[in-house]
């Protein structure tokens, strides 16, 4: 059980999920022309599981200081875990999930494509080791990486499909695919903050320069409500522009999604404890959640 909670199990489960839902929720039913096989499809997903499995190990690496002001009983490295045999695990992932996005890139005659594999690997290395230091690259850098876990679905199953005759049908469900990648990019965008005022205390003792650090709670969390205004908003103007006749989803949206996130901003206004911000973040991941499962209700609604 440490070492599943080492790479962040639930996180994983759930990123295969969203991409489960993509493949067989969304490309399937909509009949576009696909690239990946059942096995192939299958192998994406362990590759994507296996480079955010190392990206989560070498993260509490580098966190283990940081950890032990802001959450000291769930400190695996060095205390249920070695540090040698989390090193070793990280490299195992990197090298699993590296070499099978190799082998899916070249067995969809894009070779470039594996470049995407190494290069998530080497942010999340960079991303643990230094990036997090700076203000807000750390948060844009995770919540991009996020958004890709979707993105890649889309790029190695649906691209190489393209042809001049299914283009426009492709590019209908392609740009499904990226309203959901902008979707968890800002709600994971917004809840890293959230963590960031979680975790001050420890970023101040480990010199990260985050949000909360660099212009106090009180401010950060304004900039939270009104970022939970924005994408509140954002929803609503989506919900307006591609489902005002599809009641179905419309409602969907409108009470698993919408009223979730007003919700979080009347929380957000006056939150100023850790409890509060931990019930914020928790919140937030629960609304992304709602969100991604409502990718299988289109085959519904949109196909009739």
Avoid at 155 to 167: E, G, M
């Amino acid at each position: 059980m440490n070492y599943l909670n080492l790479i962040r199990y639930q996180n994983l489960v759930f990123i295969a999920l969203m991409q489960v839902f993509i493949k067989y929720s969304l490309f399937q039913p909509f009949g576009v022309d696909t690239a990946l096989t059942n096995f192939s499809f299958t192998l994406l997903v362990i590759a994507t599981i296996c480079i955010a499995a190392a990206g989560n190990i070498i993260n509490d690496i580098y966190d283990v200081e940081i950890d032990k002001v802001n959450k000291p009983n769930k400190v695996l490295i060095g205390k249920r875990i070695s540090e040698r045999n989390a090193n070793r695990l990280f490299v195992l992932f990197n090298i699993a999930g590296v070499a099978i996005g190799f082998y899916l890139a070249n067995s969809i005659g894009k070779p470039s494509f594996a470049a995407l594999f190494i290069v998530f690997s080497a942010l999340l290395y960079l991303y643990a080791s230094y990036l997090k230091g700076i203000l807000l690259i750390g948060n844009l850098l995770v919540s991009a990486l996020v958004a890709m876990s979707l993105i890649i679905v889309a790029l190695f199953d649906l691209f190489p499909a393209i042809t001049p005759q299914n283009q426009a049908t492709q590019s209908a469900v392609f740009k499904i695919v990226l309203h959901y990648a902008l979707f968890a990019f800002f709600i994971n965008f917004i809840r890293e903050i959230v963590k960031d005022l979680q975790d001050i205390n420890g970023d101040k003792k480990g010199g990260i320069n985050t949000l909360p650090i660099a212009l106090g709670r009180k401010r950060t969390i304004s900039i939270v409500f009104l970022l939970g205004v924005f994408m509140t908003l954002g929803v609503v103007f989506y919900m307006y522009e591609n489902l005002y006749n599809q009641q179905t989803l419309l409602l969907y949206f409108l009470f698993a999604i919408v009223a979730p996130l007003l919700y979080f901003c009347i929380k957000s206004w006056d939150a100023d404890s850790p409890k509060e911000y931990g019930f914020l973040s928790k919140l937030l991941k629960i609304i992304m959640f709602l969100g991604i499962c409502s990718i299988p209700m289109y085959q519904f609604v949109i196909l009739k």
